[in-house]
Nanobody
Framework: QVQLVESGGGFVQAGGSLRLSCAAS????????MGWFRQGPGKEREFVAV????????FYADSVKDRFTISRDNAKNTVYMQMNSLKPEDTAVYYC????????????????????WGQGTQVTVFS
């Protein structure tokens, strides 16, 4: 079982940037797709971004496309998300998660397929 710890959240003015990190321990994540999800106040958890196990494919929610960038450093067993041009509606607890299937190669990702989750990091964007 992999353990995931997110960091990098905080308070930021609209238009600003933050870089989230997700450090994994317990096993290597190099063979697993990794995703970022978020849950805003009074909202359900939603998909934000995913990166394939190889790092060659990335997918984003329409609401963050062209503003957020997901990346991974397998040598450091860490996944990142660079968030630019932040908006108040980006305010949420951000979670990273590891896909349950090693070397998953399909282009479709479902939240239920992510088996390991971090505890989340709070991002608050004020105007």
């Amino acid at each position: 079982q992999v353990q995931l710890v997110e960091s990098g959240g905080g308070f930021v003015q609209a238009g600003g940037s933050l870089r989230l990190s997700c450090a994994a321990s317990g096993r290597a994540i190099s063979g697993f797709a990794m995703g970022w999800f978020r849950q805003g106040p009074g909202k359900e958890r939603e998909f934000v971004a995913v990166i394939s196990w190889s790092g060659g494919k990335t997918f984003y929610a329409d609401s963050v496309k062209d503003r957020f960038t997901i990346s991974r450093d397998n040598a450091k067993n860490t996944v990142y998300m660079q968030m630019n041009s932040l908006k108040p509606e980006d305010t949420a607890v951000y979670y990273c998660a590891a896909h349950a299937t090693e070397y998953y190669s399909d282009s479709y990702y479902y939240t239920s397929d992510f088996g390991s989750w971090g505890q989340g990091t709070q991002v608050t964007v004020f105007s």
